[in-house]
């Protein structure tokens, strides 16, 4: 089993900066690909940014530019700096992790969500 922990979020002014965190634990044996998600009030929920385990990022079209997707193999841990934040990017942040268990066992993870607010 294998569960996934974000923190970070909380309340910022419009053009200010978050960093949110998140790290995996449990029966890994390894991590395919990492991700963030949000989902604003409302609205569905939607990727923000994606990272692979060869390193290949992609992000949402909204974000590119203010967002930067990073991890750390060894703490298997991700990470989501936010720049210039805006109103629209409130939302509830939700960590993705995918891999590998023993015996070849497919995982895919999800946290429990950190809220983060822009405010204007």
């Known amino acids: 089993q294998v569960q996934v922990v974000e923190s970070g979020g909380g309340l910022v002014q419009a053009g200010g900066s978050l960093r949110l965190s998140c790290a995996a634990s449990?029966?890994?044996?390894?991590?395919?690909?990492q991700g963030w998600y949000r989902q604003a009030p409302g609205k569905q929920r939607e990727l923000v940014a994606t990272?692979?385990?060869?390193?290949?990022?992609n992000y949402a079209d909204s974000v590119k530019g203010r967002f930067t997707i990073s991890r750390d193999i060894a703490k298997n841990s991700v990470y989501l700096q936010m720049n210039s934040l805006k109103p629209e990017d409130t939302a509830v942040y939700y960590c993705?992790?995918?891999?590998?268990?023993?015996?070849?066992?497919?995982?895919?993870?999800w946290g429990q969500g950190t809220l983060v607010t822009v405010s204007s």
């Open positions: 993705n992790a995918r891999g590998s268990s023993y015996f070849g066992r497919a995982w895919d993870a």
């Open positions: 449990g029966s890994i044996v390894s991590i395919n690909a």
């Open positions: 990272i692979t385990r060869g390193g290949s990022t």
